[in-house]
Nanobody, 128 residues
Framework: QLQLVESGGGLVQPGGSLRLACAASGSTIDYYDIGWFRQVPGEDREGVSCMKYDGGTTYYSDSVKGRFSIAKDIAKNTVYLQMNSLKAEDTALYYC?????????????????????WGRGTQVTVSS
């Protein structure tokens, strides 16, 4: 089972950027598809971006496409979410999550919020 710890959240002005990190332990991220999700109080958790274990396939929700980018550093066993051109509506608690590779497509992982394990989340607040 992969243990995940998110970091990098904070307060940023509209139009600004943040990079979130998801540090994994307990196993290597090469064996898992990894995704980023977010949740606003009172709303369902939504998939933001998911990446296949080999990095060959990525998925982005329509709301972040062209602004966010997912990437991984195998040597650091870490997955990143680069968030640019941030908007107030991006304010949320951001989680990373994993699922063993080959379980489902990354599109389904994100769109159906189907994961094996969650991190605890990092808060992103976009406000002037």
């Amino acid at each position: 089972q992969l243990q995940l710890v998110e970091s990098g959240g904070g307060l940023v002005q509209p139009g600004g950027s943040l990079r979130l990190a998801c540090a994994a332990s307990g196993s290597t991220i090469d064996y898992y598809d990894i995704g980023w999700f977010r949740q606003v109080p009172g709303e369902d958790r939504e998939g933001v971006s998911c990446m296949k274990y080999d990095g060959g396939t990525t998925y982005y929700s329509d709301s972040v496409k062209g602004r966010f980018s997912i990437a991984k550093d195998i040597a650091k066993n870490t997955v990143y979410l680069q968030m640019n051109s941030l908007k107030a509506e991006d304010t949320a608690l951001y989680y990373c999550a994993s699922i063993p590779r080959g379980t489902i497509s990354v599109q389904d992982m994100c769109s159906k919020v189907t994961v094996g394990s969650w991190g605890r989340g990092t808060q992103v607040t976009v406000s002037s």
